[in-house]
């Protein structure tokens, strides 16, 4: 097989990209920090917040403990208003969490992504917005990069991935 063909199969073909942890940095969010839940929803047992442990547009499989399906990405206004319709596990109270909660996830140990997989399977390693208009440019929110956990803002007419939270009745 020629050279240039090779290269041009390498680069064609989609790279799966695994999470990388390290041991030498001490871990953030340990699995004891959640409450797994047959229905799919997790509990920070830390915080109270309870959350989806799918992204918007997939659908918790409690047979194989998994999401499935494909996470859609969708701009501020859409994933507000998403939030509010939302009913998972029998409740409808979700909403698109705070910038605060949302790093609350962070596993600061870990990059690509920066979370616990165990906690929630499928996540990826992209931006997700939060509910947190930037003060100064209300045209902009916050969004939390998942690949490292870091914190930047985006135009509110952006479209990224979206992960819904509500208050625990614990």
Same mark, same amino acid.
């Given at each position: ?12 073909? %989609?790279? &799966?990209?695994? &999470? ?76 698109? %969490? ?14 690509? %992504? ?22 100064? &440019? ?33």
């Amino acid at each position: 097989m020629s050279k240039n063909l090779m290269l041009v199969m390498m680069v064609a073909l %989609p790279v &799966q990209a695994a &999470q990388v942890c390290f041991s030498n940095i001490e871990t953030t969010k340990a699995l004891t920090s959640f409450q797994l839940n047959a229905d799919g929803t997790v509990l920070d047992t830390t915080t109270k917040l309870l959350w989806s442990r799918c992204l918007v547009g997939q659908s918790w499989d409690r047979a194989s403990s998994r999401c499935t399906g494909t996470a859609q990405q969708m701009d501020w206004s859409e994933a507000l208003l998403e939030a509010e319709r939302s009913v998972l596990a029998g409740y409808g109270t979700w909403r698109l %969490p705070n910038a605060k909660e949302v790093l609350t996830l962070v596993e600061r140990s870990c990059v690509d %992504p920066a979370i616990n997989l165990t906690a929630f399977p499928s996540s990826n390693s992209e931006n997700m917005w939060t509910s947190t208009t930037m003060i100064t &440019q209300p045209e902009r929110a916050w969004a939390i990069a998942m690949y490292n956990g870091k914190n930047n803002t985006k135009e509110k007419i952006t479209r990224l991935y979206v992960r819904l939270v509500r208050f625990s009745d614990e």
